[in-house]
């Protein structure tokens, strides 16, 4: 079996889901951030690879073949189990799994799984008390059931390129893969609750989480707008958002981040900079909701007059939101992020990991990062020759 028998060293696992197992059948990235947060939240996730591995092993860096880094990310802290679901030994050691499982998400179509015979009404004969999530591009209920779909496809889908086409002049997309992790996290808290009514019930029940129906409800919490009314409104867009003018302010040596909003805040600026164009047509949140275009372009020239560090200083002294404009890198050096301890360090088989944490601190039931990634398969033969209490 690929992995041989290598054991994984695990921080107690101190968690709210701290006794849950999981059984994670997905891949990529939806899924799999899914089943992370759980697994940094206490639970035993027990991730079914085939042979050949979860593809995201092979598309970024890493320090050998098959471990790169959004993998580890996303991975961390799992089992890896290897079973050809095509051979009915990989289906008899899968059953065995979900008998003792409290949890199985997925993240095949629909009739991919329903012909491998693990569909939920298959599942839950086998455990009716089984929370079956189903995480999929586009939900069944919908024409478009059966597309492929991937993070592109459903910001297409969901109307962001336009919106970046308003923003900057060009269809694009935004610079990270949105759709898969907020439909990620929407899976969490679907199973999560589900779990919750199992708690109280007893009853087990399938959930569906679809990406596209997941992002049109993201995008429309505010972009819904004029158009949720009957007769509509206005279009759908919330104008604050899709102004070309809303982005960093340039400064006198750089660029800053600062949210003039609501009227204290516009007083409190109006009282420390004292613009020319400042005045009563001006004054209220209503009037510059009005005039939104127009204020980012005029704080837009007021910016320019003083350095990023002045500007910083004069905000924050009264409590405007404001921040500079960072990298990436920079986040692994982020003062207020290394003080909080929000990086975690967490030894592997490939040396020292630097893991963004746990963003979410609870007094009494801690998560934490739940330990490395494994390797493809590192723990079929623990797993499969007798699982304990979880």
């Not at 040396?351 to 979410?360: L, Q, S």
């Amino acid at each position: 079996m690929p992995g041989g028998r290598a054991h994984q060293t695990f921080p107690e696992r101190t968690g709210p889901l701290a006794g849950v197992r999981v059984l994670d059948l997905t891949t990529m990235v939806m899924g799999p951030y899914s089943t992370q947060i759980m697994a940094d939240m206490g639970a035993d996730v027990i991730k079914v690879e085939s042979p050949a591995g979860d593809d995201t092993r092979y598309i970024s860096v890493g320090p050998e073949p098959g471990m790169g880094g959004v993998f580890v990310n996303v991975n961390r802290g799992k089992r890896s189990v290897v079973l050809d679901l095509r051979s009915e030994h990989g289906k008899d050691a899968l059953r065995e799994l979900i008998e003792r499982s409290d949890v199985l998400i997925h993240s095949m179509r629909a009739k991919a799984i329903a012909r491998l015979g693990f569909g939920y009404e298959e599942v839950a004969a086998i455990n009716p008390s089984i929370v079956y999530t189903n995480c999929y591009g586009y939900g069944r209920r919908g024409p478009d059931a059966d597309l492929t779909a991937y993070d592109d496809t459903i910001q297409a889908e969901c109307g962001l390129p336009s919106v970046q086409e308003r923003l900057t002049g060009e269809v694009g997309y935004v610079g990270t893969i949105l759709a898969d992790k907020v439909a990620g996290l929407t899976a969490l808290y679907a199973t999560v609750m589900a779990l919750f009514h199992r708690e109280r019930t007893g009853e087990g029940q399938e959930v569906e989480v679809a990406m596209f129906e997941t992002m049109a409800a993201f995008m429309l919490v505010e972009h819904a707008n004029g158009a949720m009314f009957s007769p509509p409104l206005g279009p759908a867009a919330y104008p604050r958002a899709v102004t070309p003018d809303r982005r960093p302010y340039r400064t006198k040596d750089g660029y800053i981040s600062a949210l003039v909003y609501n009227d204290k805040q516009w007083a409190a600026f109006v009282d420390a900079v004292r613009p020319a164009w400042a005045g009563e047509h001006l004054a209220t949140l209503e009037q510059r909701a009005r005039r939104i275009g127009e204020v980012y372009a005029l704080l837009g020239e007021t910016f320019l007059e003083r350095t990023t560090r002045d500007w910083l200083d004069l905000l924050r002294s009264r409590d405007i939101p404001s921040a500079p404009v960072r990298t990436l890198d920079e986040l692994f050096d982020n003062p207020h992020l290394n003080e909080a301890g929000f990086f975690e360090t967490v030894d592997t088989p490939n040396g020292p990991v630097r893991f963004p944490g746990v963003p979410a601190w609870f007094s009494r039931t801690p998560g934490r990062v739940a330990g490395p990634a494994p390797r493809l398969g590192a723990d079929t033969e623990d797993v499969l020759d007798g699982l304990g209490p979880a």
